[in-house]
């Protein structure tokens, strides 16, 4: 068996999020907005900008499709979907197909007409930009004289929503809870939309006794779909509690409404830390 290789097919999927280095393509902005309510015209132009490999020229094709956020407030892909919230037949781009020379960028420029026939709320699309020729990669699969070859395309998608209408956006914390895990302590917290367009949130942890603050942290974003929910669990940092004791985890949320104003959401849980910390 000395020497025998086999072939494994992957395919790498970026959704708006960073591309590992081997895949060799970046793409600006990693996703559209737009609020049609604030344009004149019925038609919305903009662009986006592909860039390719520092090493070698890479050929690329655009197309369109349609996706759902799902209750971890992730992309969902949707395959032939009747929905009229649904842009992948609206949208317009050239070019659909081009190549970048290496070291270079190329721009696909983005229209959508008939804003005026789109239903109110949140419209939305995913634009793909996949690499035309995979690339092989040797991969080590830990047995003595037998290699792998990884046959890897690239498809970097940026999601496109059009905001039109009656547009809402209203979030809100259902409940939040402490919970225990393999390795260490969480937070589940149930976050609703209320509107009819999705909610992008961000925020504050702060661990607090009594009136004084023991720790301080960045919370990690995520996007509720309107008229949905998204449960959230994330680690609690506990590195800066230095004794057993009664505690209040205090969680400050954030997002934008559909006039562009930002809303605060606080909700406090009993942190009772037991045993040696």
């Known amino acids: 068996m000395s020497g025998m290789k086999k ?3 992957g395919l790498l999927i970026a959704l708006g999020l960073a591309v590992p280095a081997f895949a060799s393509v970046a793409v600006a902005p990693t996703r559209v907005e737009i609020n049609a309510n604030k ?3 019925n038609y919305v132009t903009t662009a986006i900008e592909v860039k390719g490999d520092s090493q070698q020229p890479m050929r690329f094709k655009v197309y369109p ?3 759902t956020i799902n209750e971890k407030g992730e992309l969902v892909m949707v395959d032939n979907a009747n929905d009229p919230h649904d842009l992948s037949k609206k949208i317009r781009f050239v070019p659909s197909e081009f190549t970048v020379a290496q070291g270079k960028s190329q721009k696909v420029r983005i229209n959508i007409a008939g804003l005026n026939t789109l239903p109110d709320g949140e419209n939305r699309t995913i634009l793909y930009i996949e690499d035309v020729n ?4 040797s991969i080590p699969t830990g047995r003595a004289g037998i290699g792998a070859q990884l ?4 498809r970097v998608g940026v999601p496109v929503y059009v905001d039109k209408g009656r547009v809402s956006k209203d979030a809100d914390v259902e409940y939040l809870n402490i919970v225990k895990g393999k390795d260490g302590l969480y937070t589940d917290m149930k976050v609703i939309s209320k509107g009819n367009s999705k909610v992008r949130y961000s925020g504050n942890v702060q661990i607090v006794q009594g009136k004084k603050l ?17 449960v959230d669990r994330q680690k609690i940092k506990t590195d800066n509690i230095k004794e057993a004791g009664e505690y209040t985890l205090r969680m400050v949320l954030s997002y934008f409404d559909e006039n562009g104003k930002r809303k605060n959401i606080k909700k406090e849980a009993n942190l009772n830390i037991t045993g040696k910390v």
């Not at 046959?151 to 690239?154: A, D, H, R």
């Open 65 to 67: 499709g349609f996706f």
């Open 39 to 41: 344009l004149k015209n």
């Open 134 to 137: 995979p690339k092989e990669m």
């Open 7 to 9: 072939k494994i097919f």
């Open 214 to 230: 023991i720790d301080e942290y960045s919370l990690a974003g995520k996007v509720v779909a309107g008229n949905n929910f998204c």
């Open 151 to 154: 046959i890897v395309k690239t």
